[in-house]
């Protein structure tokens, strides 16, 4: 996966700028496969690209295997006849540096279901055979999303344990009754994702033609009110009466949140998979492996033991850790694929055990540069202490603050051990002085935010652990990438051992 020395960025697809208010696969995504190639980048991490629901987390999908309708580009469509530059015509003024969900959605998607019903009238044979092909392939999972958003859509946004109890359970009469009364809006819906995964699988191979890899984030958990679970009720910890979650999933408390962290997420029933050889779990990771080279579990310790918490709790101070099913699993996926193309998400509270698993199957773990200054000189954060070149040593990472805004915010005391450390601030800002301190690491990968290279502040914070609204937000604008930034890294890439040639 890491056989040599690498490096990349890491920036989420909506952080692109573009005329529809927020980032899509577009020329813009194409320009900046192309910035990561000319700055000797080998690496484009990103975070999990479903389809998001509440407070627009890409963490809470609707979907584990299906891919965000936002993120397709209409201008493609328009170029193929789908839609007009009349269409066009009216966009409001969306702002520059952010994304407003609520208004790229009152866009994009009236324009989404046109392109539908226009595919529908005036495809070609051709496209028509490759939309089937794609919707066959993919029917272990895309008949379930399909026809649970329909639902969801029919049922006005409601949850759906909120739905007639024959559907909410999946009663075949009911399925069947529901699928022939929907059919219209099903139909749009698998539309969405065999073009989202026309436009991405044709970006991904752009990347890898330039020598980048696409390093994708899978969440160890999906979302109670999403197509997985209504789906698979079995395999998760639910409430028989409510079809609430029974156990919740979260972290106890940590460095992000004095209350710990309280995700809401249902549990699995680790037992139940074991019985299906982990079906559900296997057909996740090769369907990820459909969209992206490499995979990097989110909350990887969960597959050790997990942090469980009541159903109805309201923090996630009082739980328990229950056993999992890891080793299992990992065997059998190993199985399958070989090499495990994965990184493993490795903080918080880690174990013995949990770093036995992850090297029990020779994953990398990761590094974190902000979290190596606030203890003493064993930190294992600190680079001379990494114990091996098998590990991905970040900045820091979409939860934490940018470099700048996390180094402005520290007592001028926290500021001086860092700077004891480095031995100075280099001449660029402190942004710089630690993307240095990575790419001069022994870890065979270092990746950073765009926003560390760009030297931007808190203000272009991805996310906010414990923050409910105003997170994943940021966005770039183009001019922001110039020669001298591509240049600059490129040789830092070069002086540290790190370019591809």
Known sequence: MFSRRTSGILLHPTSFPGRFGIGDLGEAAYRFIDFLADSWQQVWQILPLGPTGYANSPYLSYSAFAGNP??????????????????????????????????????????????????????????????????????????????????????????????????????PQAIKNWTELLQSQIFYHKYLQAEFFRQWSSLRRYANEKGVQVFGDL???????????????????LDLKTDKPAMMAGVPPDYFSET??????????????????????????????????????????????FWAVLGGSTTAMKGKWVKAKGDEFFTLLAQELGDLPIVAEDLGVITPEVEALRDRFKLPGMKILHFAFDSDRANPFLPFNFTH?????????????????????????????????????????????????????????????????????????????????????????????????????????????????
């Open 389 to 501: 070149r098998n590990c991905v040593v970040y900045t820091g990472t979409h939860d934490n603050n940018t470099t700048v805004g996390w180094f402005n915010a520290r007592s001028p005391e926290d500021q001086q051990r860092v700077v004891d450390y480095l031995g100075c601030i280099c001449p660029e800002g402190i942004h710089w002085s630690l993307i240095r301190l990575a790419l001069s690491s022994v870890a065979n990968c270092s990746i950073y935010p765009l926003q560390d290279l760009l030297g931007l502040g808190e203000e272009a914070r991805m996310n906010l652990p414990g923050k409910a609204e105003g997170n994943w937000e940021w966005r770039y604008r183009f001019e922001e990438l110039t020669p001298e930034l591509r240049e600059r890294l490129k040789y830092l890439t070069y002086l540290y051992g790190r370019a591809p040639y």
């Open 70 to 171: 936002l993120l397709i580009n209409l201008e493609w469509l328009a170029s193929e006849g789908l839609l007009s530059e009349e269409d066009f015509a009216n966009l409001p003024n969306f702002p520059e540096q952010t994304v407003d969900y609520d208004l790229a959605i009152a866009v994009k998607m009236p324009l989404l279901q046109k392109a539908s019903q226009n595919f529908q009238r005036v495809a070609s044979a051709e496209r028509k055979a490759e939309f089937q092909q794609f919707c066959e392939a993919h029917a272990y999972w895309l008949d379930d999303y399909a026809l649970f958003m329909a639902l969801k859509e029919t049922h006005k946004g409601q949850s759906w344990s909120q739905w007639d109890r024959a559907i909410a359970h999946r009663e």
């Open 260 to 305: 710990g962290q309280l995700w809401g997420n249902p549990t699995y029933n680790w037992k139940q998979l074991e019985k299906t050889q982990f079906k559900w779990w296997i057909q996740r990771v090769e369907g990820m492996l459909d969209y992206v080279d490499i995979i990097r579990i989110d909350h990887f310790r969960g597959f050790e033991a």
């Open 219 to 237: 969440p160890i958990y999906v979302a109670w009110d999403s197509a997985d679970v209504w789906a698979n009720r079995n395999i998760f910890v």
